[in-house]
């Protein structure tokens, strides 16, 4: 009972060190996009490629926000992985679905990327900020590179260095959910209604 107990204070931990204004600023970022007709990327790794899959479901259908995750065509990520490389599948991903600076990439992340890790999302960012796409981010720890080059990025706080990935990629789906429902995307419908 004590870990059950001690993960479940943790969430509490994690709720309450959220950083409302970084929150805000992604909902800004987004409508913003969804205004100017841009779509939304959404990259991820691991679980986080899970979240990605899950959140283009609600940024279509709840926030009316066109989206997109690369993995979920397999076909095409696995080619791109054979042919190009795990370093560059992101980026050139990117660049056949012709990302442009009404767009936005959405990076769902632990670590953020880099200097050892995920380069393939480092890379996407990379290659988004050279065409002038809006950049954002829900990772963990510092936030890597992703927070470094992100227009808003929010940093799940860590509580505990063993429970660092589990937290973030909870409070992914925590904070998409929340951004989808925000009011600001459903002008025509006030809260709880």
């Known amino acids: 009972m004590d870990f059950i107990r001690q993960y479940l204070d943790e969430v509490v931990q994690v709720a309450r ?3 409302p204004v970084a929150v ?3 909902v800004h970022l987004l409508v913003s996009t969804k205004e100017l007709g841009g779509r939304v990327f959404i990259l991820g790794v ?3 490629a899970a979240n990605a899959s899950h959140a283009v479901n ?3 259908k709840i926030a009316g926000i066109e989206a997109y995750a690369p993995t979920d065509n397999v076909a095409e990520l ?3 992985i054979n042919d190009d490389g795990w370093e560059t599948v992101f980026a050139s991903w990117l660049r056949g679905s012709r990302l442009r600076a009404h767009d936005c990439v959405l990076i769902f992340s632990v670590g953020g990327g880099g200097p050892t890790a995920s380069m393939n999302l480092v890379r996407a960012v990379e290659y988004a900020k050279r065409v002038g796409a809006g950049i954002a981010g829900i990772v963990g720890r510092d936030g890597g590179e992703t927070a470094k080059l992100a227009d808003a990025c929010i940093i799940v706080p860590t509580v505990h260095p063993f429970t660092v990935t589990p937290h973030t990629e909870a409070f992914q789906a925590v904070l998409w959910h929340l951004i989808v429902n925000h009011p600001a995307f459903h002008e025509d419908q006030s809260y709880g209604e």
């Open 17 to 19: 060190a959220l950083d």
């Open 24 to 26: 805000e600023k992604l």
């Open 46 to 48: 691991g679980g986080s």
């Open 58 to 60: 609600d940024f279509r």
């Open 78 to 80: 696995t080619a791109r």
